[in-house]
Nanobody, 124 residues
Framework: QVQLVESGGGSVQPGDSLRLACATS????????SGWFRQAPGREREFVAAISWNGGNRLYADSVKGRFTISRVNAKNTGYLQMSSLNPEDTAVYYC?????????????????WGQGTQVTISS
């Protein structure tokens, strides 16, 4: 089992930045691909970004490319999502997930473990 806990969400204004963290415990974090998804009210869970076991590979959704950066520090068993140039369309609950294989990264059903989510609200 891998337990994941997100933090760092909040309410900010358009153009601001936030950094989300995903703290893990249980099995070795470095054995898992780390991914971030988001879900707005009435919408399906949407892929945001994923990072490979050692951080050597990253994948981003087109909607966040150039604005968001995914990273991880395996020694701290923690993943991160740095978000900048935020706009109201980024408002959602953000979830981190973990999976073993580097494939089907945008499919939430492929992820084995999930955190409880953290709310991000962008409004003026």
């Amino acid at each position: 089992q891998v337990q994941l806990v997100e933090s760092g969400g909040g309410s900010v204004q358009p153009g601001d930045s936030l950094r989300l963290a995903c703290a893990t415990s249980g099995r070795t974090f470095s054995n898992y691909v780390s991914g971030w998804f988001r879900q707005a009210p009435g919408r399906e869970r949407e892929f945001v970004a994923a990072i490979s076991w050692n951080g050597g590979n990253r994948l981003y959704a087109d909607s966040v490319k150039g604005r968001f950066t995914i990273s991880r520090v395996n020694a701290k068993n923690t993943g991160y999502l740095q978000m900048s140039s935020l706009n109201p369309e980024d408002t959602a609950v953000y979830y981190c997930g973990a999976k073993r294989l580097w494939r089907d990264l945008a499919n939430p059903s492929e992820y084995e473990y999930w955190g409880q989510g953290t709310q991000v609200t962008i409004s003026s």
